[in-house]
Structure formats: structure tokens, C-alpha cells
């Protein structure tokens, strides 16, 4: 079973998400949206666009959304059978998190890696 397939976004906190938003999309030239991040279109070699995006997001120093980790950031990683690692995981003694949420967005499930970091593992509807 292949595990990480690639990855999906990556997220961080920031004290001020509107001023460091504006600094990435003045000096680096994110396309940075209302909603504080930006979706990579992947492409081949050729610059061809191919299925699949990687979101970049920058939120609220404020938030939970990576708790219990304290870390500031969160990397999303693809995976092709969510289910199916998260199990391999958890025999592994792996810290994985009870919660799998299940959306129109696909499937999502986390785990605490030895440093503890939150890391979200992502399997994506079929067809992305």
C-alpha cells in the first residue's frame, strides 16, 4: 500500500494573517485570496495542467485548528486509502487521532508525529 502520495496544502499561523498574506503576494507573488490562501494548479513537465491542486493558507495565530499540537503550522499530505492507513498506522503505535471527517472534500484524518506536530492526511474524492 503506498502511504503519501504527495501533498495537499500546507497551512500556518500568523500574529497578523492580513499583513504577512500581503507580504507573500508583494514579494514571492502568491495569488493570495480573501479566504488568506491560494491553491497550486499542478502541472507535467511540460507545464500541461494535471489533476490535483496544493493549498497554501496562512490563518489566525488564534486558532485551534491544529490542536492538540502547539506548533504553528500543518502540513496536509495526500493519501490514496485513508481507511486503509490509518489502520496500519494505529498498529504501528502510531498517535493518530480518533475523528475522520468524511465531505464533499474527501476524506481527512490526523495524526501526531514523535515531535507533535499535527499532520493531516487527506484522501481526495475520486477523479482529484
Avoid at 500581503?22 to 494548479?41: C, M, P, S
Wanted: charged share 25%; glycine share 12%.
Amino acid at each position: 500500500m503506498k502511504r503519501v502520495t504527495g501533498i495537499g496544502g500546507i497551512f500556518f499561523k500568523a500574529a497578523d494573517p492580513p499583513a504577512l498574506q500581503a507580504w507573500y503576494k508583494r514579494h514571492l507573488g502568491i495569488d493570495v485570496q480573501d479566504w488568506g490562501g491560494t491553491a497550486f494548479t499542478w502541472s507535467d513537465g511540460e507545464g500541461k495542467p494535471v489533476t490535483g491542486t496544493t493549498v497554501w493558507s496562512i490563518g489566525s495565530a488564534q486558532g485551534d485548528q491544529f490542536a492538540p499540537s502547539t506548533a504553528t503550522f500543518m502540513v496536509n499530505y495526500r493519501v490514496e486509502d485513508l481507511h486503509g492507513l490509518v489502520k496500519v498506522l494505529r498498529e504501528e503505535g502510531c498517535n493518530v487521532l480518533e475523528k475522520i471527517d468524511d465531505s464533499e472534500y474527501g476524506k481527512f484524518a490526523w495524526v501526531i508525529d514523535p515531535e507533535g506536530n499535527k499532520v493531516e492526511l487527506w484522501q481526495p474524492p475520486a477523479g482529484q
